[in-house]
Nanobody, 123 residues
Framework: QVQLVESGGGLVQAGGSLRLSCAAS????????MGWFRQAPGKEREFVAA????????DYADSVKGRFTISRDNAKTTVYLQMDSLKPEDTAVYYC????????????????WGQGTQVTVSS
């Protein structure tokens, strides 16, 4: 089992930046693929970004590519999402997730989820 706790959300103006953090419990963090997802009001949860165990490989949704950067620090058992050039359509609850059993970087099949952190981008 792993517990995930997100932080860093808030209210920001369009064009601004935020950095989300997700702290994970447990010693197996470096063995998990990690991902960020988001859910806007009235919409389904969607994939945002994912990172491999070592941090050497990443994947991004087209809607955030070039604006968001996912990274991880295995020593601190934390994954980050740097969000730049934010747009009102980025407004959502952002969740981090851990994939303990995947064989490759994926947008699906995550086993553990955090409670989420609200990001609101005003126009």
């Amino acid at each position: 089992q792993v517990q995930l706790v997100e932080s860093g959300g808030g209210l920001v103006q369009a064009g601004g930046s935020l950095r989300l953090s997700c702290a994970a419990s447990g010693r197996a963090f470096s063995t998990y693929f990690m991902g960020w997802f988001r859910q806007a009001p009235g919409k389904e949860r969607e994939f945002v970004a994912a990172i491999s165990r070592s941090g050497g490989n990443t994947d991004y949704a087209d809607s955030v590519k070039g604006r968001f950067t996912i990274s991880r620090d295995n020593a601190k058992t934390t994954v980050y999402l740097q969000m730049d050039s934010l747009k009102p359509e980025d407004t959502a609850v952002y969740y981090c997730a851990a994939d303990r059993s995947g064989a490759t970087l994926s947008r699906y099949g995550y086993d553990y989820w955090g409670q989420g952190t609200q990001v609101t981008v005003s126009s």
